[in-house]
T-cell receptor
């Protein structure tokens, strides 16, 4: 049973435009959410996170929005750059004191010049 | 700079072989994890450890075991490799405490023939 779902396996965007990656979750106990970016032949790297007490967190070109009632979060990248082309994983955790992340299936973003 | 090092980038093994995947971190992290990444399935947790000699099963532990004799080293063992264990294996570590982000190694692509 997939508790964290990324329904779009891939997304193509032109450079300079907005990229919106979506993620849905089913477990209401999740209270902390993260996005990781993965380039080929590298491990995932942390991008941005959000606690369930917030509905938005911004870091430069990256903004994560959380809609708890819909159990939905999204990652916005503005403006998108070719170097943003990667696989993006959302992840969630509800553990306190110990982090055990549940990952989504990933969305491959391609930003074309 | 923080570092999680996986001993092999690529491995090719035969069905039935015993396989050792090694992971070392230099950040003095308490927690260490083994994930596997498969297309369409995202990252799935195999085993994790929150202290030396401690281990906990993740979501897909069948066919695997782990060893953590030293704080910096976490080994994944495939007792008798099978073709369905062909995958990308990712090691990660994190500090103790809630919501600490994971640092990943570059991964080991294991092929079982």
């Amino acid at each position: 049973d997939q508790q964290v779902k990324q329904n779009s396996p891939s997304l193509s965007v032109q450079e300079g435009r907005i990229s919106i990656l979506n993620c849905d979750y089913t477990n209401s106990m999740f209270d902390y959410f993260l996005w990781y970016k993965k380039y080929p032949a590298e491990g995932p790297t942390f991008l941005i996170s959000i606690s369930s007490i917030k509905d938005k967190n911004e870091d430069g070109r990256f903004t994560v929005f959380l809609n708890k009632s819909a159990k939905h979060l999204s990652l916005h990248i503005v403006p998108s750059q070719p170097g943003d082309s990667a696989v993006y994983f959302c992840a969630a955790t509800g553990a306190t004191g110990f982090q055990k992340l549940v990952f989504g299936t990933g969305t491959r973003l391609l930003v074309s010049p | 700079d923080v570092k999680v090092t996986q001993s092999s980038r690529y491995l090719v093994k035969r069905t039935g072989e015993k396989v050792f995947l090694e992971c070392v971190q230099d950040m003095d992290h308490e927690n260490m994890f083994w994930y596997r990444q498969d297309p369409g399935l995202g990252l799935r947790l195999i085993y994790f450890s929150y202290d030396v000699k401690m281990k906990e099963k993740g979501d897909i532990p069948e066919g695997y075991s782990v060893s953590r004799e030293k704080k910096e080293r976490f080994s994944l063992i495939l007792e008798s490799a099978s073709t369905n264990q062909t995958s990308m294996y990712l090691c990660a570590s994190s500090r103790q405490g809630g919501n600490e982000k994971l640092f990943f190694g570059s991964g080991t692509q294991l092929s079982v023939l």
